[in-house]
C-alpha cells in the first residue's frame, strides 16, 4: 500500500492567513492526488483533483501544486468556514489511502 | 445534480454481517465508479472498495476476506456487505462517486467528486 503522510497534524491559524499543508506519498504517484476539506459531522467533500484541479464550486483561495512524491495545499486567506480538516488522497494504485489529516483550528 | 444516500441498520451484533445501501438520485449509475469509504469515530478515512456499474470490483486487501460490493443498475443502487463484523467495525460509513478523468485511452485522474452524507453503523450486542 501507499502510505500518505500529512504536515502539520494540526495548526492554529487567524482570518486572513496563508495556510499550507504538505503530503508525502510513500512513493512516486506522479500527480494522482486529490485534496479533501471535512467538517464536524460532514461528509468529505472534493477540493483539488490531479494534484492542481481545481473542483468546480470551489473557491480559488483554495490552490494545490506538486508531483511525485511532495505536493501542497494552500489557502492563500483563510477564512472562518475554512477552519476543518483537511485530507490528501493518492489514487495511483489501490488500495486508495488517505493522508491522516490535518486539522486547521482558530488562532 | 448527482445525489447519493446510505441506508441500512445503524446497529449490528458482532460476527454478524453488516449490510448497507446507497441509492443514487440525480444521475444514472452507469459508466461509472462507486465507492464505499469508512470513518471510525475521531479518526481518518479507510477506502473500502469501488464497484463498477457492470459489476467489476476491487477491494482494499485489508478486508477483502471480509467484503462483498454489489451493483443493481435497475434500481440505482449499489451495497456493501461486511462480513463477521467486531467493535473495530464501528464507523460512519460514506458512499460516493468514484469519478475517472481520462484522455483519449490513458487515465488521468481518479478521484471521489460526490459523497453521501454518510451512515453511523454501530457494532455491539
Known amino acids: 500500500d501507499i502510505q500518505m503522510t500529512q504536515s502539520p497534524s494540526s495548526l492554529s491559524a487567524s482570518v486572513g492567513d496563508r495556510v499550507t499543508i504538505t503530503c508525502r506519498a510513500s512513493?512516486?504517484?506522479?500527480?494522482?492526488l486529490n485534496w479533501y476539506q471535512q467538517k464536524p459531522g460532514k461528509a468529505p467533500k472534493l477540493l483539488i483533483y490531479?494534484?492542481?484541479s481545481l473542483q468546480s464550486g470551489v473557491p480559488s483561495r483554495f490552490s494545490g501544486s506538486g508531483s511525485g512524491t511532495g505536493f501542497t495545499l494552500t489557502i492563500s486567506s483563510l477564512q472562518p468556514e475554512d477552519f476543518a480538516t483537511y485530507y490528501c488522497?493518492?489514487?495511483?494504485?489501490?488500495?486508495?489511502?488517505f493522508g491522516q489529516g490535518t486539522k486547521v483550528e482558530i488562532k | 445534480q448527482v445525489q447519493l444516500q446510505e441506508s441500512g441498520p445503524g446497529l449490528v451484533k458482532p460476527s454478524e454481517t453488516l449490510s448497507l445501501t446507497c441509492t443514487v438520485s440525480g444521475g444514472s449509475i452507469s459508466n461509472y465508479y462507486w465507492s464505499w469509504i469508512r470513518q471510525p469515530p475521531g479518526k481518518g478515512l479507510e477506502w473500502i472498495g469501488y464497484i463498477y456499474y457492470s459489476g467489476s470490483t476491487n477491494y482494499n486487501p485489508s478486508l477483502k476476506s471480509r467484503v462483498t460490493i454489489s451493483v443493481d443498475t435497475s434500481k440505482n443502487q449499489f451495497s456493501l456487505k461486511l462480513s463477521s463484523v467486531t467493535a473495530a467495525d464501528t464507523a460512519v460509513y460514506y458512499c460516493?462517486?468514484?469519478?475517472?478523468?481520462?484522455?483519449?485511452?490513458?487515465?488521468?485522474?481518479?478521484?471521489?467528486?460526490?459523497w453521501g452524507k454518510g451512515t453511523t453503523v454501530t457494532v455491539s450486542s
Open positions: 460516493a462517486r468514484d469519478q475517472f478523468l481520462v484522455r483519449g485511452v490513458r487515465v488521468l485522474g481518479r478521484y471521489m467528486d460526490v
Open positions: 490531479t494534484a492542481s
Open positions: 512513493q512516486s504517484i506522479s500527480r494522482y
Open positions: 488522497q493518492q489514487s495511483y494504485s489501490t488500495p486508495w489511502t
